[in-house]
């Protein structure tokens, strides 16, 4: 497991929406010990609360305008023939020139393995050959794990977030040239059913 090699491709939003959905469900119980709020996010704002209970196709109908607008930003990671994490990335809200992660996600088994360093790779290199020099991400402040990768990985704690303070920005300096592995083209690949877990994520999941 240790040194798995995981490879990556857009995600098929009509085979997966509810994988991804479940993923991102999982993510917010790993970062806030609940999932009640991303059933009542936003469309325009995944982190923004709409207390009416249909964050779900909320979710999924920003994930698909998201991978209209910038094609190649969602991304399954896959190891053999099972999905066991998923990316998510785009713009910052607040600068147009830095990019941003929505969500570097490991199903459980998958995670304290150093995998999610493939992930951190897949991601900047992508931001990098879209033309960013900076990216920055949100992280549970109660998710010690997550900083912790984070900070040995080189991000730079930004501190509280003014509309989350429950989350920091962090922030990364983007330098040399993009060597992580593209997506293979296309999304439907084989699936061991038994091998995907519940799962989302403020990419605040990664352990090492």
């Known amino acids: 497991m240790d040194n798995a090699r995981l490879t990556f491709a857009p995600i098929d939003l009509e085979r997966h929406a509810d994988l991804c959905a479940q993923f991102r469900a ?105 033309g960013y020099q900076r990216v920055r991400l949100s992280v549970s402040a109660t998710n010690p794990q997550a900083i912790a990768f984070y900070l040995k990985h080189h991000w730079q704690d930004l501190g509280p977030r003014a509309d989350h303070p429950d989350s920091h920005y962090m922030e990364k300096r983007l330098t040399g040239t993009a060597t992580a592995p593209t997506a293979e083209s296309g999304g439907s690949r084989g699936e061991r059913p038994d091998a995907v877990a519940e799962a989302e994520g403020q990419a605040s999941t990664l352990k090492e």
Not at 70 to 92: L, Y
């Open 26 to 130: 999982d993510s917010f119980r790993v970062s806030f010990g609940s999932d009640e709020r991303v059933y009542q996010e936003h469309a325009t704002s995944p982190t923004t609360v709409h207390p009416d209970g249909r964050g779900r196709a909320r979710y999924v109908t920003w994930l698909a305008q998201r991978m209209r607008e910038f094609p190649g930003s969602c991304i399954h990671v896959w190891h053999h023939d099972a999905v066991v994490g998923q990316i998510e990335m785009g713009r910052f809200r607040g600068d147009a020139a830095v990019g941003y992660v929505n969500l570097l996600y490991l199903i459980p088994a998958y995670r304290g393995h150093g995998l999610g360093a493939q992930l951190e790779q897949y991601a900047l290199a992508f931001l990098r050959r879209t």
